[in-house]
């Protein structure tokens, strides 16, 4: 990625927010690095907007300091940070045009620039976000992907050091907030510019950061590439906010070399990589992602009733229930479909996975 190293462009160090007695963050300690997109991600009230807004001066923590490029600027105000920040509902000007909208920005800026220098940059910020000719336009005119990339381009023309984007494509739909996810990896790719998301849609913080903060209740819980919370969560929180996963509640009947083994109910075993703080003799959970799951009319492996099945294209989703189990989720690739078949809601067959396929996790 252009412009990428491993010194931080801005710090949280040990940030808390108070509102009243209300704690919005906590002790976040955090090192943005140049030319990285990162994401918090979280449910509502988790304190990820809280964290982005002192990121933009929007926001002064109660303890704790913000730096940016080495500078403390608990103290300096929003529209003299190197920041910029799109906003949910982008902020635009309907009175203006496209391009008055786009400008704004460097209109206000001492010492006056020049009209042409203004015109050329907003120029450029249109082609950079593929809007070429629509700067007569107004904002009234545009859809609303066009009218988010107005907000990109009005956010990127003075080449801020950080570009906030506070869920920015909320009120897109799915197919829509798809392609400006990857508009939006293109565009930071091609400008360097320091990337940070808030969102709580797991899909969108998976498919666009290079690393992630997973938040609850003001704190992050953990931090790390896509990859990294997908493959190895901590808890069973993380486990369940990234991506889908089963769990399955037991006693860690016995750890070698890292590797527990978890007896559930009916005496079903699952084994895997012990998380933190796993013991032997613990209650814990299996966690095991559905595509994980195989489903086989074949012997072997635990005998379930399927409940539900979804058509998801290159894959379907099959619910089932277990005796002892419960219910949970099977997702069978159109490559294992064809050698077995389609299952239809009521009929059984087994489910199986490999030995060592689950992570044993602490309950929290």
């Not at 108070?18 to 304190?47: H, K, T």
């Not at 492996?301 to 229930?321: K, Q, S």
Request: glycine share 10%; charged share 25%; aromatic share 6%.
């Amino acid at each position: 990625m252009t412009g990428k190293d491993d010194s931080p462009v801005a710090e949280l160090r040990g940030a808390t927010k108070r509102f009243g007695a209300i704690v919005a963050a906590r002790d976040l300690n955090l090192s943005i690095r140049q030319g990285e997109f990162l994401s918090f991600l979280g449910p509502s009230g988790c304190g990820k907007t809280t964290a982005l807004r002192m990121l933009a001066g929007f926001e002064t923590p109660t303890e704790g300091d913000i730096f940016l490029d080495g500078q403390r600027v608990n103290d300096m105000p929003a529209h003299r940070r190197p920041v910029n920040m799109v906003f949910q509902h982008y902020a635009l000007f309907p009175h203006l045009t496209v391009a008055e909208n786009i400008g704004y920005g460097l209109r206000q800026q001492r010492p006056r620039l020049a009209a042409s220098e203004i015109e050329a940059a907003v120029t450029r910020a249109l082609d950079t976000v593929r809007l070429p000719g629509f700067g007569a336009r107004r904002i009234w005119e545009m859809s609303g992907g066009q009218q988010q990339r107005v907000a990109l381009a009005r956010a990127i023309i003075n080449e801020p050091k950080l570009l906030l984007l506070d869920e920015p494509m909320a009120a897109l739909d799915k197919k829509l907030r798809h392609d400006m996810q990857i508009e939006l990896q293109t565009l930071q790719r091609t400008l360097g510019i320091t990337f940070v998301l808030v969102t709580h849609d797991q899909e969108e913080a998976l498919s666009m950061s290079d690393r992630i903060c997973i938040m609850r209740d003001g704190e992050i819980v953990q931090m790390g590439s896509p990859r990294d919370l997908y493959d190895r969560p901590r808890n069973r929180y993380v486990a369940d906010f990234v991506g889908k996963s089963n769990f399955f509640p037991g006693r860690v009947e016995s750890i070698d070399g890292g590797t527990a083994r978890l007896v559930a109910e009916g005496g079903v075993t699952f084994t895997g990589v012990a998380g933190e703080g796993i013991k032997t003799a613990d209650k814990a959970i299996a966690s095991l992602r559905p595509e994980q799951i195989g489903l086989t009319r074949g012997a072997g492996g635990v005998p379930v009733t399927v409940i539900n099945r979804i058509f998801l294209g290159e894959h379907t989703e099959y619910l089932v229930r277990h005796p002892d189990l419960g219910q949970f989720l099977i997702l069978a690739s159109r490559q294992a479909e064809a050698g077995e078949g389609n299952f239809e809601p009521g009929e059984t067959g087994n489910a199986h996975w490999r030995d060592g396929a689950a992570l044993i996790l602490g309950n929290d």
